[in-house]
């Protein structure tokens, strides 16, 4: 498994901002107001993600045995994370896009800018936290474990 590279990032952010925009431009007057917290999800998510990083990173640190079967599932965990983030990123910015230059117009478009705003923050984040994890779970190299290259004991 590779690590999730800033091109896959963009694509999916991409994908979901022109997906949700289209969306929105054809149905926005039948969806249901956009719910404020809907992306505290999203925070929750992130909050997990970067305890799970620094308990990772502690115990590689400290030497500690550390199940690969674990790292691999926190490496597809964050990098499934990171693309819904960012996929969620670019749809939280495309209902903003839409909703913001209307909020003049459209009472719903005030408190959907809002939620908006709050979708964005929180879906960044996770992308951030998912990104910490995957980081936290390479391998170390022999001068980070506190070992030196080349001598004998």
Known sequence: MHFTRPRDL????????????VVFQFAYGNLPQLPLLAGVTFAVLAVIEVILAYSIRSRIRAGRVVGAIGIARSVALAKASSLAG?????????????VFP???????????????????VCSAL????????????????????????????
């Open 86 to 98: 960012a996929f969620m990123t670019g749809a939280w910015l495309a209902a903003f896009a839409y």
């Open 102 to 120: 209307r909020r003049d117009e459209l009472v719903a478009a005030v408190s959907d800018s809002r939620s908006a705003v709050a979708g964005v």
């Open 126 to 153: 996770l992308v951030a936290a998912a990104l910490w994890l995957e980081h936290c779970c390479r391998t170390p190299s022999e001068t980070d474990r506190g070992g030196t290259r080349g001598t004998t004991g």
């Open 10 to 21: 963009v694509v999916a952010a991409v994908l979901g901002l022109v997906l949700i925009y």
